[in-house]
């Protein structure tokens, strides 16, 4: 114990023991850590199932009236109804198509124009200025725009969600292709390697984990851009079916309606992760939300 | 004009920094399967005397004549990581020929089950292991190693030391080894430079018998010796009334 030998010491610091305890507690035995495990994984369930059982509950009590809100049980019901007439069957390709063609079309201009302007100086001083302005435009403020320029059927849907997805694929590319370690670069040259081979061996390998997620957050994006496409003058999809929902103030369909769409988010987001998983073997898959 | 026998040669070597000589008039010559090494505190030059023997810079004047096949092991083991050790063994090619050499190189490295891995599952040393392996693929005339060990772990080091001797043995490349590790240079080199403010300051050559003994007096001669030049007192080590005067720069 140290002694402060200071003559004008009006304090003095209470005596302190020069070893602290720092073992195990008997306290924390398997049963505890069991117990707080299960606690944990337990509220995590429990918390969503709470707010439906109390949703429902609002609604049997009559404290919101149902064409407001309606409850769980209703919007199980309006499913049924949806699979039953056939609606959702016919809907779902509808949607899904359109998505896709517009993701295909819209990602594959993205990717090729990310290509170029990472590969090739001369391409990133074309397309990169154009791109970035371009980006900041919120695609959602450009559709009455687009009504003028390409009419209310199909095509303009496909633009729609084309101009949505083009920037997220182009951004990731290109970042991914110049992200590349000029130091694996330098020594693939000493290594004889050709320009080609280069890109070839070397860039594009490792560019592709961002050229992926790009994609990846693009394939989000064309779902946004779908409900947003599908509420220009729908004729077939999940669009319709909402836009029906609304004329008849059917707010159980409605909401049914929004949860397709978020399935069909989550379900995209779980094949693009599997994909991701597939290609880059070489990949440390991390565990992201 | 130029001598076979030679791996490098180099005729006031000129490389400036806007207005500093960072190589200021090398004449260097070294010949076929010669293991030299090149010494010196950080900035003086070393790597960028590295950067031009592997082409990757320009020198500003002078002469510079290299053998044509080269190969570098970088500080880091730069590695594709998107491709397999046999595949960065062998950067580009594909392939029966190229994987049996891929595998007869891994196997001189001690490598031989890691062909399939990827380079993330590897550790430092390992890494590393196969950027010789790459290096020395394809049998290159000059081997140029920029501080490859710099940054293994201490026991990792010692066991590279005696994989490059060994390697340099069956295959009898020329070898520049830049390192700050005087013990290194002298328990690998034949001949050893210290490069100061852009001159070579020191030029020694190595005349102890393999294996080396790092206890050795020869080798303790020597290290005394290259420490005065760098400027540098060990006081672990010689008493200092033996310490010799530095060799100044002509």
């Known amino acids: 114990m140290s002694q402060h030998s200071t ?43 709470a707010l439906l059982l109390l949703w429902q509950l609002v609604v049997e009590l009559a404290i ?95 633009i729609v969600i084309l101009a949505a997805t083009i920037f997220p694929v182009y951004l990731n590319t290109y970042a991914g292709v110049r992200g590349v370690d000029p130091k694996l670069i330098e020594a693939a040259t000493i290594f004889g390697l050709s320009h080609p ?30 409900v947003v496409a599908e509420q220009i003058n729908a004729r077939a999809g999940i669009g319709y079916i909402l836009t029906n929902a609304n004329t008849n103030q059917r707010s159980d369909i409605l909401i049914a309606g929004i949860i397709v769409y978020a399935a069909l988010g989550i379900l995209t987001d779980i094949i693009m992760r599997r994909v991701e998983a597939a290609v880059l073997p070489w990949k440390p898959q991390h565990a992201v939300a | 004009m130029s001598n076979q026998a030679n791996a490098v040669e180099l005729q006031r070597l000129v490389r400036r920094y806007g207005a500093r000589h960072v190589l200021n008039q090398i004449d260097l010559t070294i010949r076929a399967s010669e293991f030299v090494a090149v010494l010196g505190p950080s900035g003086t030059g070393k790597t960028t005397l590295l950067r031009i023997l592997s082409g990757l810079d320009r020198a500003d004047g002078g002469t510079v004549r290299l053998a044509a096949k080269r190969a570098v092991v970088f500080q880091e083991p730069r590695l594709v990581p ?90 009898r490349p020329a070898v520049v080894l830049v390192t700050h590790d005087v013990d290194e240079a002298i328990l690998l080199a034949d001949r050893v430079l210290v490069l100061a403010d852009g001159r070579i300051s020191l030029d020694m050559s190595v005349g102890i018998d393999r294996p080396r003994r790092k206890a050795s007096p020869e080798f303790d001669r020597l290290r005394t010796r290259l420490l005065v030049q760098l400027g540098v007192v060990d006081h672990a080590q010689a008493p200092p009334e033996e310490i010799p005067e530095p060799i100044a720069t002509p």
């Open chain 1, 7 to 49: 003559p004008t010491a009006a304090f003095q610091a209470p005596a302190q023991p020069f070893l602290v305890d720092l073992s195990p507690r008997a306290d924390r035995t398997r049963w505890s850590v069991a117990l707080q495990a299960w606690g944990g994984s337990f509220r995590r369930v429990a918390s969503p199932l």
């Open chain 1, 64 to 158: 919101v009236p149902r064409q407001v809100l309606p409850a769980p049980s209703q919007i199980v019901a309006a499913f049924g109804e949806l699979i039953e007439t056939g609606e959702l069957q016919r809907a779902l390709p509808a949607s899904i198509g359109r998505s896709l063609l517009g993701l295909a079309i819209g990602g594959g201009i993205g990717l090729v124009i990310g290509l170029f302007a990472g590969l090739w100086r001369i391409g990133e001083e074309i397309f990169d200025a154009p791109l970035q302005m371009l980006r900041t435009v919120p695609f959602i403020a450009a559709v009455p725009l687009f009504i003028i320029w390409f009419g209310i059927d199909e095509p303009v849907k496909i």
């Open chain 1, 197 to 226: 081979r280069i890109i070839r061996h070397v860039i594009l390998p490792t560019a592709m984990p961002s050229i992926l997620v790009g994609i990846r957050y693009a394939a989000g994006i064309s779902l946004l851009a779908l």
């Open chain 2, 82 to 171: 998107a491709r397999r050790v046999w595949e960065n063994v062998v950067l580009g090619e594909s392939g029966e020929d190229a994987k049996r050499a891929a595998s007869r190189a891994l196997g001189e490295v001690g490598l031989s089950g890691h062909a399939q891995a990827w380079p993330k599952t590897l550790s430092g040393g390992e890494a590393q292991r196969v950027a010789l392996a790459r290096a020395l693929v394809h049998e290159p005339a000059l081997l140029l190693l920029d501080e490859p060990f710099a940054s293994l772990d201490a026991l990792t080091r010692i066991r590279m030391h005696g994989l490059v001797e060994q390697l340099w043995r069956r295959h």
